[in-house]
């Protein structure tokens, strides 16, 4: 598992108008990557919203949403609720599965694969400097905007 003081893996996803993005995009400046489990649910709606609330507040910080949804759908969410920041798709785990944030869930007994809610602090570059693991959406991105001081 990919952890403080280690680079944050490279990858290449979709946001949701379809534009390809690096990690290399990510340098220059702090950036939050958020990994959620899916689009327009009750709690991720909820983490959602709080970054988009609070993103004025993360001065001169990028914030970036990756899930297993496709580019449809995180332009669907982004639409509804006004998101001001880019959603990566993830669509074959592939940076969730390099980070080891997709995992093997249980819900009622059944057993499935998911996105277990991660927030990673990236400095300028794109070394990690925090990982909040087992995120509870509510208060997450203050939480956040506390670690960056």
Not at 69 to 95: A, C, G, I
Request: glycine content about 8%; aromatic content about 10%.
């Amino acid at each position: 598992m990919i952890d403080v003081g280690q680079d944050f893996p490279d990858f290449e996803l979709h946001d949701e108008n379809g534009q390809l993005v690096r990690r290399e995009q990510l340098l220059g400046s702090k950036t939050i990557v958020y990994f959620y489990p899916k689009d327009d649910t009750s709690g991720c709606t909820a983490e959602a919203c709080e970054f988009r609330d609070s993103l004025p507040k993360f001065v001169g910080a990028k914030v970036v949403g990756v899930s297993p949804d496709n580019t449809k759908s995180h332009r669907k969410f982004v639409d509804k609720y006004q998101l001001n920041f880019p959603l990566l798709s993830d669509v074959e785990q592939k940076l969730s599965g390099a980070l080891g944030v997709w995992v093997e869930k249980s819900m009622y007994g059944k057993k499935y694969m998911g996105i277990e809610r991660t927030t990673y602090l990236l400095d300028e570059n794109g070394v990690i400097l925090k990982v909040w693991r087992k995120v509870k959406p509510q208060g997450h991105a203050e939480e956040v905007l506390q670690a960056i001081g």
